[in-house]
């Protein structure tokens, strides 16, 4: 099937640099699009060509409304609704500015992370588990800000692990707070990023937003509060325990955290990795997972998060057949270094 678009004034903002976003619809919607002098061809199966001509539709709707989407923000949705046949450009983007988040607006990059906004909108207890660079903590803290505005809660607290990432910083100076803000600096950085400076020190300086290590949080209940736990997985068993036993009455906790990134001394068992299996199937609480197609941060990012999960799996493939040659078994995380190559050869004989 065939179908010809018109193009109307302003379109082509829509095409993307190099028409990088036409070719994003073509490979999404399984589609052909072809530029004419005054039209869009758009060439596919009935459904596919229809799909694809609602985007175009959606989009002079959304122009004609006054609605500026940047390329970034444009070429984001474009992505969700490609792998989410129930979206469309209108709802996304609609969507996306009814939620206040201060001086920005925030569209999920992803289909995860449209799961993951819509499960903390749904349900009052969240884990965002996935990789660096995903958006755990920075949608979590936009969600929590929307909340703030709209007066849905009176408070924002951030709490976050005081473990250092695999270094030994001795004793710090200056007063406690001091001590620890080096640890929360990401959640300072996301506030600042999405409110103006003078709002963010003012509620800092009235407890409206509270940022504070975890072992602050024993003995609390937390009414009317928008509470969010990052780098999880440097929690232990009786903190995260704690944390997830702290919420009063209208309150929502965001949990986020990277199981591949733990901290812990003495291998210690993760908290994060205990309330999977503990929390799993408990009514009211939801689990979102992500994965290197969700990061957000430079597309290196992507390769290097790839790289890293194909060498675990490459090293539990090896320790697997050296296990089969020793006859042991294994305990613990089940990682370890790849095998030298005449390990590997003996093995491979097996």
Same mark, same amino acid.
């Given at each position: ?50 799909? +694809?001509?609602?985007?175009? *539709?959606?989009?002079?709707? /959304?122009?004609?409304? @006054?609605? #500026?989407? %940047?390329? &970034? ?8 609704? +490609?792998?989410?046949?129930? *979206?469309?450009?209108?709802? /996304?983007?609609?969507? @996306?500015? #009814?939620? %206040?988040? &201060? ?248």
């Amino acid at each position: 099937m065939k179908k010809n678009i018109d193009i109307s004034p302003n379109i082509e903002t829509l095409f993307g640099t190099r028409d990088e976003n036409l070719h994003l619809l073509e490979e999404g919607l399984n589609v052909t699009i072809d530029l004419r002098a005054d039209s869009v061809e758009i060439d596919g199966a009935p459904r596919d060509v229809g799909r +694809a001509e609602q985007v175009f *539709a959606d989009y002079q709707h /959304l122009q004609r409304n @006054g609605h #500026q989407l %940047s390329n &970034g923000d444009l070429n984001s949705m474009l992505r969700v609704l +490609a792998s989410d046949p129930t *979206a469309t450009l209108r709802g /996304l983007a609609e969507a @996306g500015r #009814q939620r %206040s988040f &201060g001086k920005r607006t925030v569209q999920p990059k992803s289909m995860n992370q449209r799961r993951y906004l819509d499960c903390i909108e749904k349900t009052d207890m969240v884990f965002g588990i996935g990789p660096a660079g995903t958006g755990k903590t920075y949608l979590a803290v936009a969600m929590a800000i929307s909340a703030l505005m709209s007066k849905r809660v009176n408070r924002i607290i951030l709490a976050r692990p005081a473990v250092e990432a695999g270094e030994r910083l001795g004793f710090l100076p200056g007063t406690l707070q001091e001590k620890v803000d080096p640890y929360l600096r990401p959640l300072y950085d996301a506030l600042y990023d999405m409110l103006e400076p003078e709002k963010v020190d003012r509620f800092l300086e009235k407890n409206v937003i509270e940022i504070a290590p975890i072992a602050f949080m024993r003995g609390r209940t937390l009414n009317d509060s928008f509470i969010i736990l990052d780098e999880a997985q440097n929690t232990t068993s009786e903190q995260m325990k704690m944390f997830v036993t702290r919420m009063g009455f209208n309150s929502k906790a965001v949990i986020t955290g990277d199981i591949t990134q733990i901290d812990l001394p003495n291998a210690r068992r993760s908290g994060l990795l205990e309330a999977m299996d503990v929390l799993r199937g408990v009514e009211g609480i939801s689990f979102c997972h992500f994965d290197e197609s969700d990061v957000v941060r430079h597309q290196l990012v992507q390769r290097i998060v790839r790289a890293y999960d194909d060498f675990k799996a490459r090293s539990e493939v090896q320790l697997d057949l050296l296990d089969q040659r020793t006859g042991n078994t294994r305990t613990g995380s089940g990682y370890a270094p790849p095998l030298d190559p005449s390990q590997e050869e003996r093995v491979s004989k097996q």
